[in-house]
């Protein structure tokens, strides 16, 4: 609110020939507003990667749990395995046992041979039944690091999925606002206005000559009636944020003008623009920014009068509110 009113009051004091000191903090507040919505959007930017990276790491916890589950069964075939084995060594066991008791009343020396395997015997199966215990608390550890990683992973796919329908929600939302606004300008259609949608925003795209006569800064009529019915849109929409962007073509200003340049107009230009949206329409000003961008961002860099023609607009950019989503993405 403050940087608006600031950018407010610094053009009116430009129409007032202000002295070039003043005019210098101006224009440092206007990189100022510019580098914060670089700012934005590169955060945007890095929050698309983060999302990906999570993606990515979700697949690898998912590669991960296939691979653990595939041990665990690798294991437990292991563990029947020994358990068979140790069912036959306890037969055999037993049958030696059979034996030596039957032994016991005949030759001394085959007495103490059936002694020496059947102690050897119940070595080993002493020895596999401690790789069996050991090979049963593998499993439990791996069960339970399995169940850990499997409670993760649907954590994050809710987390995802939360946000995908959000993302969804605030899709939508642009839909029915670009053909609320549609609507509402659409007896503007063929004098210089698009409405379009692009990159999860709407565009209101204002060509200069529905708007400003030729290094004016003042809005005509028709272009004011244009504005006017897109206010009562926005004021309808409270979740919706607004960007104003003033564009010139690269043709310099002519000197002696009371504007200095090209970077002056577009941002004279947008702030007219944000006077009129917020007269007596209702709109929250927190919710617009404006931003001068002069001939720095054409939309055909030729240099023909076509093209700087098509450069010479005004843009409204209406974003969604996307701070639910970034509050998912910090968790």
Known sequence: MRKIVYIIVGAFLLGSCVPTGEFTQLSNKTNSLQNERDDLM???EKLTVENREMKARID??????EKFREDSIRIQNRVNELEMEVSQLERQYADLESTHEALLR?????????LNELQTTQ??????????????????AQRQDVNQLQAELEARNARLMEMEEMLYQKDRVLDELREKVADALMGFEGQGLTVTR?????YVSLDEKLLFKSGSTVVDPNGVRALQQLAVVLANNPEIDIMIEGHTDDVPFRKGSSIKDNWDLSVLRATSIVRILLEGSGIEPTRLTVAGRGEYLPVDPAKTPEARRKNRRTE???????????EILEL
């Open 60 to 65: 690898h916890v998912e590669e991960e749990h």
């Open 123 to 140: 070595e080993d199966l002493s020895v596999k039944e401690r790789l069996l215990r050991e090979l049963e608390a593998d499993v439990a």
């Open 316 to 326: 409204i950019i209406l974003s969604p509110d996307l701070s639910e989503v970034f």
């Open 42 to 44: 590169a955060e945007n």
């Open 106 to 114: 005949g030759n001394a020396r085959e007495t103490r041979r059936l």
């Open 198 to 202: 692009k990159d999860g925003k709407v």
